[in-house]
Protein backbone atom coordinates (compact mmCIF):
# COMPACT_ATOMS: atom_id res chain seq x y z
CA UNK A 1 0.00 0.00 0.00
CA UNK A 2 2.53 2.21 0.81
CA UNK A 3 4.38 1.72 -2.44
CA UNK A 4 1.21 2.63 -4.24
CA UNK A 5 1.35 5.70 -2.51
CA UNK A 6 4.13 6.42 -3.14
CA UNK A 7 3.78 5.86 -6.93
CA UNK A 8 0.46 7.85 -7.25
CA UNK A 9 2.27 10.58 -5.33
CA UNK A 10 5.48 10.42 -7.72
CA UNK A 11 3.07 10.46 -10.67
CA UNK A 12 0.66 13.34 -9.80
CA UNK A 13 3.45 15.24 -8.98
CA UNK A 14 4.82 14.52 -12.42
CA UNK A 15 1.18 15.56 -14.32
CA UNK A 16 1.82 19.11 -11.99
CA UNK A 17 4.82 19.63 -12.64
CA UNK A 18 3.79 19.22 -16.70
CA UNK A 19 0.84 21.28 -16.07
CA UNK A 20 2.76 24.25 -15.01
CA UNK A 21 5.74 24.37 -17.15
CA UNK A 22 2.72 23.89 -20.39
CA UNK A 23 1.19 26.52 -18.87
CA UNK A 24 4.18 28.76 -18.56
CA UNK A 25 5.13 27.85 -22.50
CA UNK A 26 1.55 28.82 -23.45
CA UNK A 27 1.36 31.80 -21.54
CA UNK A 28 4.85 32.62 -22.37
CA UNK A 29 3.79 32.30 -26.27
CA UNK A 30 3.26 35.90 -28.31
CA UNK A 31 -0.15 36.71 -29.40
CA UNK A 32 -0.25 36.82 -33.13
CA UNK A 33 -1.77 40.88 -34.22
CA UNK A 34 -1.78 41.98 -37.32
CA UNK A 35 -1.79 45.81 -38.03
CA UNK A 36 -3.02 47.54 -41.62
CA UNK A 37 -1.96 51.31 -42.54
CA UNK A 38 -5.59 52.19 -44.54
CA UNK A 39 -7.01 54.74 -46.90
CA UNK A 40 -11.01 55.35 -46.12
CA UNK A 41 -12.34 57.78 -47.82
CA UNK A 42 -10.21 61.03 -47.10
CA UNK A 43 -9.04 59.29 -43.52
CA UNK A 44 -5.00 57.39 -43.63
CA UNK A 45 -5.31 55.51 -40.50
CA UNK A 46 -3.49 52.25 -38.62
CA UNK A 47 -5.91 49.29 -37.63
CA UNK A 48 -6.12 45.98 -36.34
CA UNK A 49 -7.24 43.21 -38.90
CA UNK A 50 -9.25 40.81 -37.46
CA UNK A 51 -10.16 38.89 -40.07
CA UNK A 52 -12.08 40.94 -43.23
CA UNK A 53 -12.79 43.89 -41.32
CA UNK A 54 -10.03 46.49 -39.99
CA UNK A 55 -10.46 48.08 -36.89
CA UNK A 56 -9.55 51.47 -36.29
CA UNK A 57 -7.35 52.33 -33.45
CA UNK A 58 -6.71 55.84 -31.76
CA UNK A 59 -3.42 57.35 -30.79
CA UNK A 60 -0.02 56.12 -31.98
CA UNK A 61 1.00 52.04 -33.51
CA UNK A 62 4.69 53.00 -32.04
CA UNK A 63 3.45 54.42 -28.98
CA UNK A 64 -0.05 54.66 -26.93
CA UNK A 65 -2.78 53.34 -28.90
CA UNK A 66 -6.19 51.49 -28.19
CA UNK A 67 -8.69 50.04 -30.33
CA UNK A 68 -12.10 51.72 -30.82
CA UNK A 69 -15.59 50.81 -32.08
CA UNK A 70 -14.77 51.89 -36.02
CA UNK A 71 -14.71 49.15 -38.34
CA UNK A 72 -14.18 49.23 -42.28
CA UNK A 73 -14.85 46.00 -44.50
CA UNK A 74 -10.89 45.37 -46.06
CA UNK A 75 -12.79 45.23 -49.40
CA UNK A 76 -14.25 48.80 -48.90
CA UNK A 77 -10.20 50.65 -47.72
CA UNK A 78 -7.18 50.96 -50.18
CA UNK A 79 -4.22 49.32 -48.06
CA UNK A 80 -1.21 51.70 -48.19
CA UNK A 81 1.91 50.94 -47.28
CA UNK A 82 2.29 49.69 -43.69
CA UNK A 83 4.80 52.16 -42.86
CA UNK A 84 6.35 55.68 -43.31
CA UNK A 85 9.56 55.08 -42.69
CA UNK A 86 12.41 57.24 -42.19
CA UNK A 87 14.92 54.84 -43.59
CA UNK A 88 14.91 51.74 -45.59
CA UNK A 89 17.84 49.54 -45.03
CA UNK A 90 18.38 46.27 -46.92
CA UNK A 91 20.90 42.79 -47.02
CA UNK A 92 22.39 41.37 -49.93
CA UNK A 93 23.47 37.78 -49.95
CA UNK A 94 21.50 37.09 -46.68
CA UNK A 95 20.75 33.32 -48.06
CA UNK A 96 23.38 30.16 -48.56
CA UNK A 97 21.06 29.26 -51.77
CA UNK A 98 21.69 32.65 -52.73
CA UNK A 99 25.21 33.16 -52.64
CA UNK A 100 26.18 30.34 -54.52
CA UNK A 101 29.91 29.79 -54.49
CA UNK A 102 30.46 33.15 -52.93
CA UNK A 103 32.11 32.91 -49.00
CA UNK A 104 28.89 33.64 -46.22
CA UNK A 105 29.36 37.55 -44.84
CA UNK A 106 30.41 37.07 -40.94
CA UNK A 107 28.19 40.25 -40.43
CA UNK A 108 25.13 41.48 -42.17
CA UNK A 109 25.78 43.14 -45.94
CA UNK A 110 23.35 46.59 -45.50
CA UNK A 111 22.74 49.25 -48.17
CA UNK A 112 20.44 52.10 -48.38
CA UNK A 113 16.96 52.10 -50.37
CA UNK A 114 15.22 55.74 -50.68
CA UNK A 115 11.82 55.49 -48.68
CA UNK A 116 9.94 57.02 -52.10
CA UNK A 117 10.82 53.43 -53.94
CA UNK A 118 8.25 51.85 -51.73
CA UNK A 119 4.65 50.86 -53.09
CA UNK A 120 2.05 48.75 -51.47
CA UNK A 121 0.17 45.77 -52.63
CA UNK A 122 -1.54 46.19 -55.64
CA UNK A 123 0.01 49.03 -57.28
CA UNK A 124 1.74 48.87 -59.89
CA UNK A 125 6.03 47.93 -60.48
CA UNK A 126 7.30 50.48 -63.17
CA UNK A 127 9.84 49.54 -65.71
CA UNK A 128 12.18 52.41 -65.95
CA UNK A 129 13.64 53.19 -69.53
CA UNK A 130 17.08 52.24 -69.52
CA UNK A 131 17.32 49.18 -67.97
CA UNK A 132 16.97 45.59 -69.96
CA UNK A 133 16.92 43.25 -66.73
CA UNK A 134 15.02 43.82 -63.94
CA UNK A 135 14.09 40.93 -61.58
CA UNK A 136 12.20 40.23 -58.58
CA UNK A 137 13.30 39.46 -55.18
CA UNK A 138 11.06 38.09 -52.70
CA UNK A 139 12.07 38.98 -48.79
CA UNK A 140 10.74 38.99 -45.53
CA UNK A 141 10.73 42.91 -44.03
CA UNK A 142 11.33 43.32 -40.30
CA UNK A 143 9.43 46.76 -39.12
CA UNK A 144 11.15 48.63 -36.62
CA UNK A 145 8.87 49.20 -32.98
CA UNK A 146 11.06 51.42 -30.96
CA UNK A 147 13.98 53.40 -31.28
CA UNK A 148 16.92 51.20 -31.02
CA UNK A 149 20.99 52.12 -30.74
CA UNK A 150 23.61 49.82 -30.13
CA UNK A 151 20.92 46.97 -28.85
CA UNK A 152 22.19 43.60 -28.13
CA UNK A 153 21.17 40.46 -29.96
CA UNK A 154 19.30 39.21 -26.63
CA UNK A 155 17.24 42.34 -26.41
CA UNK A 156 16.76 43.07 -29.87
CA UNK A 157 13.51 40.91 -30.52
CA UNK A 158 11.82 43.82 -28.15
CA UNK A 159 12.64 46.37 -30.79
CA UNK A 160 10.88 44.68 -33.49
CA UNK A 161 6.84 45.81 -33.85
CA UNK A 162 6.58 42.38 -36.78
CA UNK A 163 7.43 41.22 -40.15
CA UNK A 164 5.76 41.63 -43.36
CA UNK A 165 6.12 41.16 -46.96
CA UNK A 166 8.56 42.88 -49.38
CA UNK A 167 10.02 42.62 -53.10
CA UNK A 168 13.64 44.32 -53.20
CA UNK A 169 13.00 45.15 -57.67
CA UNK A 170 16.38 45.04 -58.74
CA UNK A 171 18.19 46.34 -62.22
CA UNK A 172 20.69 43.75 -62.46
CA UNK A 173 22.22 45.33 -65.51
CA UNK A 174 22.64 48.89 -63.54
CA UNK A 175 23.46 46.46 -60.36
CA UNK A 176 26.80 45.33 -62.39
CA UNK A 177 27.63 48.33 -64.22
CA UNK A 178 27.20 51.94 -61.81
CA UNK A 179 29.43 51.84 -58.09
CA UNK A 180 26.48 52.38 -56.36
CA UNK A 181 22.89 50.29 -56.20
CA UNK A 182 21.04 53.39 -55.82
CA UNK A 183 18.84 53.56 -58.94
CA UNK A 184 19.37 49.40 -59.68
CA UNK A 185 17.83 48.80 -56.11
CA UNK A 186 15.53 52.48 -55.44
CA UNK A 187 14.13 53.63 -58.20
CA UNK A 188 10.60 54.55 -57.98
CA UNK A 189 8.48 51.47 -57.25
CA UNK A 190 11.15 49.38 -56.60
CA UNK A 191 10.16 48.36 -52.91
CA UNK A 192 6.90 46.84 -53.34
CA UNK A 193 5.86 46.52 -49.23
CA UNK A 194 2.95 44.68 -47.62
CA UNK A 195 -0.14 43.75 -46.98
CA UNK A 196 0.36 44.36 -43.03
CA UNK A 197 2.46 44.07 -40.71
CA UNK A 198 2.55 40.96 -38.01
CA UNK A 199 3.82 40.41 -34.46
CA UNK A 200 3.90 37.24 -32.68
CA UNK A 201 5.35 35.01 -34.78
CA UNK A 202 8.34 33.05 -34.72
CA UNK A 203 10.07 35.36 -37.35
CA UNK A 204 12.99 32.83 -38.17
CA UNK A 205 11.49 29.90 -39.59
CA UNK A 206 9.10 31.02 -41.89
CA UNK A 207 7.46 29.77 -45.59
CA UNK A 208 8.37 32.54 -47.91
CA UNK A 209 7.41 32.07 -51.61
CA UNK A 210 7.63 34.79 -54.69
CA UNK A 211 5.72 34.05 -57.77
CA UNK A 212 5.77 35.23 -61.07
CA UNK A 213 2.21 34.92 -63.18
CA UNK A 214 1.50 31.71 -60.48
CA UNK A 215 4.78 30.14 -61.09
CA UNK A 216 7.01 29.75 -58.17
CA UNK A 217 10.07 31.08 -58.48
CA UNK A 218 11.67 31.69 -55.37
CA UNK A 219 10.68 29.21 -52.08
CA UNK A 220 12.77 28.49 -48.76
CA UNK A 221 12.58 28.91 -45.20
CA UNK A 222 13.68 32.26 -43.61
CA UNK A 223 15.72 29.88 -41.36
CA UNK A 224 18.21 29.46 -43.77
CA UNK A 225 18.66 33.38 -43.67
CA UNK A 226 22.36 33.38 -42.52
CA UNK A 227 21.94 36.46 -40.22
CA UNK A 228 19.13 36.11 -38.33
CA UNK A 229 16.41 38.97 -37.43
CA UNK A 230 18.08 39.89 -34.08
CA UNK A 231 21.39 39.48 -35.26
CA UNK A 232 20.41 41.97 -38.29
CA UNK A 233 18.99 44.67 -36.29
CA UNK A 234 21.35 44.35 -33.36
CA UNK A 235 24.43 45.18 -35.88
CA UNK A 236 22.68 47.60 -37.79
CA UNK A 237 21.89 49.52 -34.35
CA UNK A 238 25.65 49.64 -34.14
CA UNK A 239 25.94 51.79 -36.49
CA UNK A 240 22.55 53.46 -37.52
CA UNK A 241 19.88 54.54 -35.28
CA UNK A 242 16.73 52.53 -35.97
CA UNK A 243 13.89 54.05 -35.61
CA UNK A 244 9.94 53.33 -35.19
CA UNK A 245 8.52 52.20 -38.67
CA UNK A 246 11.96 51.76 -40.19
CA UNK A 247 12.37 48.68 -42.98
CA UNK A 248 15.01 45.77 -43.07
CA UNK A 249 14.69 44.00 -45.92
CA UNK A 250 16.88 40.93 -45.24
CA UNK A 251 17.53 39.51 -48.59
CA UNK A 252 16.27 36.86 -50.89
CA UNK A 253 16.81 33.31 -51.45
CA UNK A 254 17.78 30.98 -54.37
CA UNK A 255 17.81 32.53 -57.70
CA UNK A 256 15.56 35.82 -59.23
CA UNK A 257 14.64 36.04 -62.80
CA UNK A 258 13.54 38.62 -65.04
CA UNK A 259 9.77 40.81 -64.91
CA UNK A 260 7.83 42.20 -67.49
CA UNK A 261 5.30 44.45 -68.34
CA UNK A 262 2.01 42.20 -68.10
CA UNK A 263 3.41 40.39 -65.49
CA UNK A 264 1.92 39.77 -62.02
CA UNK A 265 4.47 39.19 -58.76
CA UNK A 266 3.34 37.98 -55.35
CA UNK A 267 4.98 37.64 -52.57
CA UNK A 268 4.03 35.08 -49.86
CA UNK A 269 5.52 35.04 -46.30
CA UNK A 270 3.56 32.25 -43.80
CA UNK A 271 1.38 33.77 -41.55
CA UNK A 272 1.54 37.44 -43.18
CA UNK A 273 -0.21 36.92 -45.99
CA UNK A 274 0.48 37.70 -50.33
CA UNK A 275 2.04 41.18 -51.10
CA UNK A 276 0.82 41.40 -55.22
CA UNK A 277 1.80 44.01 -57.64
CA UNK A 278 1.28 44.08 -61.53
CA UNK A 279 4.27 45.43 -63.52
CA UNK A 280 4.12 47.95 -66.53
CA UNK A 281 6.54 49.03 -68.37
CA UNK A 282 7.66 52.99 -68.65
CA UNK A 283 5.61 55.38 -68.31
CA UNK A 284 5.52 59.46 -69.12
Known amino acids: MMRSRRLTTVVLGGLVAWLLLTGLALS ?4 VTRYVRFQAGDTVAFGLLEGDQI ?22 VKLLVPTRPSKVIALAGNYKSHLGDAPEKKTPEAF ?9 TDKEIVIPPGTADVHHEGELVIVIGNRAKNVPVDKALD ?12 ARDWQKGDVQWWRAKGSDTFG ?14 LALECRVNGEVKQKER ?15 SRHVTLMPGDLIFTGTPGTTSPIKAGDVVEVELEGVGVLRNPVVGPKK
Open 28 to 31: AEKK
Open 55 to 76: RRIDGNLFGQWKPTDETHELAD
Open 112 to 120: FKPPSCLIA
Open 222 to 236: TSQMVHGVAATVSWI
Open 159 to 170: YVLGVTCGNDVS
Open 192 to 205: PCGPCIVSGLNYDD
